[in-house]
């Protein structure tokens, strides 16, 4: 995995989230009524949400958010450029931060930024692993 500008990202998202988080609360009645169940990709009721929240959703844009979904040993994250960058939850990587830290160059303190694709940092052992297809094998047990 590779992060850049890891720090400042975190501190901007987590503003972002805490003031969209409470703008949310505050927004919603107190009596919103949830969508019971669990969708999978190939199995989207795309015509009943389509039709009650007059949204335009298709299979393509299914597969883009499948596409765009990562899981990274036990935390969600999504790839947020074409280049394979990715965004995640500090709790997912700070592991990694403290072990590519020296006592020189604490990133946990003080973060990082790579001015080019060659001074990035790999986080040695994390995987990002992605659904690419989904297959039914009942006939299979």
């Known amino acids: 995995m590779l992060f850049r500008s890891l720090r400042a990202a975190i501190s901007a998202t987590a503003s972002i ?8 609360v505050m927004a919603v009645p107190s009596a919103a009524k949830a969508d019971e169940g669990m969708w ?11 039709q009650k929240y007059g949204t ?6 299914l597969d883009r958010v499948r596409n765009s979904a990562v899981r990274l040993q036990g935390c969600s994250a999504s790839f947020v450029s074409n280049e ?13 931060v403290q072990e590519l830290s020296t006592p020189d ?4 303190k003080n ?3 790579a001015a080019t694709r060659e001074e990035e940092r790999r986080c040695p052992g994390q995987t990002a692993e992605v659904l690419t297809e989904i297959v039914d094998v009942t006939y299979r047990v």
């Open 40 to 50: 999978t990709f190939d199995n989207f009721p795309v015509q009943t949400v389509n």
């Open 105 to 108: 160059q604490d990133f946990v």
């Open 84 to 96: 394979g960058l990715v965004l995640t939850n500090w709790h997912c990587v700070v592991g990694c």
């Open 17 to 24: 989230a805490v003031v969209a988080g409470a703008m949310t």
């Open 56 to 61: 335009r959703i298709d299979q393509a844009w």
């Open 111 to 113: 973060g990082f930024t």
